[in-house]
């Protein structure tokens, strides 16, 4: 098999299961709805809209102290 | 699973990098292990010809004009056989452009002759009426740096093995030798024979004694870079 | 400091706000230069004959695109970024004297830049290559202010209190990580001087690729500086200032994650576009085409995401200002990921490639939606980072229309300009010769190019204004408090 096969072959397959992949993470966030943190995907839009430096994170980071 | 890269910036970044490399790696590597052949007839630039390159570089000329002629009869028509790809294998960078605001000059060398560049330079739209390009007066004076146009001749031949003192295949089945001067007056000494062929076709004075006296204006080195392509 | 309540801190905000203001005015200015002397050649020796080397259309091309790209555009990612990434990290910079460091380190570098720019492109310094024009010494600095940023970024990201990383920073990532990439492959080249031990001028190099592999990797970077430099931090811009401005949430954070996932996949394949009947291999071309078209999906997943998170909230597009800019950025979003694809398709591309349709359809992209939302970022962060009310809203207005009319004027010129070139270049007549010879398809676009000039001078006339409206938001408007900063951005009369 020459260089341009086995491009084609892999770009076929990868391409394939990419699309797979893709599909399933839709599938997921739409069945699961909830991150693995149990909040509710659109909370993470609440980022933007509460910003200011004093309110309280959607998620804390744990690694870093509380002031 | 998915959510646990949004939290984690090193391996999501991995992961964008991945996504975006991707199409790199299987699109343009495997392009380049075949590398590309010249076609027969392709020379290595000579020494004035690649300082007119470089004339043609610093003032962007490839900002109007093209150098990529697509395989339609309107363009084969207008500007001659349609490009291949070796006949760009000693083109570093190409010069393809990306924009016609004046015409392909892919193969100007066939169809136009020093002294119509040398008027059109002076004055474009007194030779062609209607012309919106701008007049290129001050290569008359300015000086063609030959010393960095032979430090790339040098560069290329050793580091990409162009083969420059080489017999080439020509076209009619002859061969041809583009040959490197040893040293840097060598390189100088051959560029300026080039250039009184050029300058022999051409009317102003001022350059005509410039080359006389052993220097080169960039107009004399652009116009042998334009001459070259066909 | 310990009894003061902790701060966001702009410093660097504001030093990258000065530079957004400054550099846009100086590359549309040249833009506009540039297309009077496309309309009226005379305009090249403007400044007399001795200094027509540095006037001419030639010499300013690259500076015109560059410093829109690389000074008004970065800029104004690097300010927003100083701006956003606080705020949707919930970290101050303040609180590390490093990042603050980085931050002053990064601005001081990036103006060094920009006269190393600015200085070799006048003198014809250049590599040629279209955004990537800068010689090795300058592809160096580029890098060492790139990595530099990186640093400011991951060490931001490093110290965040919020662990989920909001979809803007996403996007901030992807463009850090995207240029970096195609800006140091695309500019692999050898010193000659180097290489040739110590011949020529110092700075020369010559590239690593030679022809068509060298136009491969320069459309491979010069599409996607598009992507990572036009797209996808303007992006980020987006997703946190609209819904910040209007006080709505996005409207499916669901589907900005698939839109980010899809658009990094996709966009890197469409280089091909720009070398559609080339001598690039077929397939590499075919696949260029149809990965463009396939693009259409995630640039409008997230450009409906945008228009959809008004949702019941349109009366805001009549009353701000500020969400007009927003919601014409994404319309025009909207319009130039369409327009692009149809470019790309093979049969169109014949006609569009090599003529001002193309011109056109960066500027719809450029004008309408990266500087339009550029701006619209700047006006919402002014009142917060200087803690004044904006200037003038009807200034505002003005402005708006002023340069929608200015962007109208120049696609649509552009449009009926590149559509005719294109036709004229290909038609034959009864005998089957050119019906036209070059000069003809040139004469014939003098009236487009005049209204193109007047449309870009409108908008620098609008840049104008913004900067006046800023300066004097900046130092003279009325003090805001805290508390009216929410969401809707206080506007004076």
């Not at chain 2, 452009?97 to 119509?116: F, Q």
């Not at chain 2, 001050?138 to 001749?153: G, K, S």
């Not at chain 3, 570098?109 to 190393?116: A, K, P, Q, T």
């Not at chain 3, 004008?367 to 200034?395: E, N």
Request: charged share 15%; glycine share 8%.
């Amino acid at each position: 098999m020459d260089i341009a096969t086995l491009q084609a072959y892999g770009y076929f397959f990868l391409t394939g299961f990419l699309v797979v992949v893709l599909y399933a993470y839709i599938y997921h966030l739409y069945t699961r709805r909830k991150s693995n943190a149990g909040i509710d995907y659109e909370e993470y839009s609440n980022i933007a809209l509460d910003d200011d430096i004093s309110a309280t994170p959607i998620e804390k980071n744990e690694k870093r102290e509380v002031q | 699973m998915f959510h646990w890269l949004e939290k984690n910036p090193f391996f999501f970044a991995v992961a964008v990098f991945l996504t975006i490399a991707f199409a790199g790696l299987v699109e343009i590597l495997p392009n380049f292990a075949q590398q590309s052949q010249p076609t027969v007839g392709t020379k290595p630039y000579s020494t004035l010809e690649l300082a007119g390159r470089h004339v043609y570089i610093k003032n962007s000329c490839n900002a109007c004009h093209s150098q990529l002629v697509r395989p339609f009869k309107a363009e084969t028509d207008r500007y001659g056989h349609y490009s291949m790809s070796g006949e760009y294998a000693y083109d570093r960078p190409f010069l393809w452009g990306s924009k016609r605001t004046g015409p392909d000059l892919m193969r100007v060398g066939n169809y136009r002759t020093t002294d119509w560049h040398e008027n059109h330079m002076k004055d474009p739209a007194g030779v062609v009426p209607g012309s919106i390009m701008p007049a290129y007066r001050w290569m008359f004076t300015n000086l063609a740096d030959i010393d960095t146009a032979y430090a790339e001749q040098i560069t290329v031949k050793n580091v990409f093995a162009v083969p420059y003192n080489k017999p080439l295949p020509m076209k009619d089945g002859s061969k041809e030798v583009v040959k490197l001067a040893d040293s840097l007056s060598g390189a100088h000494a051959s560029a300026l024979a080039e250039a009184k062929l050029v300058v022999a076709d051409m009317n102003d004075k001022n350059v005509k004694e410039m080359v006389n006296n052993g220097q080169i204006p960039e107009i004399v080195a652009i116009i042998a870079y334009m001459n070259s392509l066909k | 400091m310990e009894d003061r309540p902790l701060e966001y801190d702009y410093t660097i905000a504001k030093l990258f706000m000065y530079s957004t203001i400054v550099l846009g005015i100086v590359g549309m200015l040249v833009g506009v230069i540039l297309a009077w002397e496309m309309a009226f050649p005379a305009v090249n020796t403007m400044l007399g004959e001795g200094l027509a080397e540095y006037t001419n259309f030639s010499r300013l091309r690259p500076l015109h695109t560059d410093a829109v790209i690389f000074g008004f555009t970065l800029s104004g990612i690097w300010a927003t970024w100083y701006y956003v990434g606080q705020r949707v990290l919930k970290v101050s910079m303040a609180e590390s004297p490093f990042l603050m460091f980085l931050g002053k380190l990064h601005f001081t570098l990036y103006m060094v830049g920009v006269v190393l720019i600015v200085g070799s492109l006048l003198m014809g310094i250049t590599t040629s290559k279209e955004y990537a024009e800068f010689e090795w010494p300058i592809d160096i600095a580029i890098v060492i202010i790139w990595v530099i940023w990186g640093m400011g970024l991951f060490g931001l990201i490093g110290i965040r209190r919020e662990k989920s990383l909001y979809i803007s920073i996403w996007y901030y990532i992807a463009t850090f990580l995207g240029i970096a990439m195609l800006y140091i492959f695309n500019n692999l080249a050898i010193p000659t001087y180097f290489a040739s031990d110590g011949i020529g001028a110092w700075y020369h190099s010559v590239s690593m690729y030679s022809g068509t592999n060298d136009a491969i990797v320069q459309w491979w970077y010069g599409h996607n500086a598009v992507a990572f430099g036009f797209t996808v931090p303007i992006v980020a811009m987006i997703y946190y200032f609209l819904p910040k401005e209007s006080g709505q949430a996005v409207y499916s954070y669901k589907l900005s994650i698939l839109s980010f996932w899809g658009l990094m996949f996709v966009y890197i394949w469409a280089g091909g576009h720009h070398l559609l009947f080339s001598t690039v291999p077929d397939w590499m071309q075919t696949m260029g085409s149809v990965f463009s078209i396939v693009l259409i999906l995630p640039s409008w997943g997230s450009a409906i995401n945008m228009l959809l998170t008004m949702k019941g909230e349109w009366q805001q597009v009549a009353e701000s200002p500020l969400i007009k800019f927003m919601i014409l950025a994404s319309t025009f979003y909207l319009f130039s990921t369409l327009e692009g694809p149809i470019q790309a398709i093979k049969s169109v591309n014949a006609l569009a490639h090599f003529t001002d349709w193309i011109v056109g359809h960066v500027h719809d992209g450029v004008l309408g939606w990266v500087a339009f939302m550029i701006m619209a970022a700047l006006f919402h962060m002014a009142p917060r980072v200087f803690k004044r009310k904006i200037y003038s809203k009807s200034l505002m207005n003005t402005q708006f229309w002023i340069q929608t009319l200015g962007v109208i004027l120049y696609f649509t010129s552009m449009w009926i300009a590149g559509i005719t070139q294109g036709m004229m270049w290909r038609a034959h007549d009864e005998f089957g010769n050119l019906a036209y010879s070059f000069i003809d398809t040139v004469t014939v676009l003098h009236p487009y190019y005049t209204i193109r000039a007047v449309g870009g001078t409108l908008y620098l006339v609008g840049m104008f204004i913004f900067a006046y409206n800023m300066f004097k938001t900046m130092t003279s408007s009325e003090r805001v408090d805290e508390s009216e900063l929410q969401n809707a951005t206080p506007m004076g009369a």
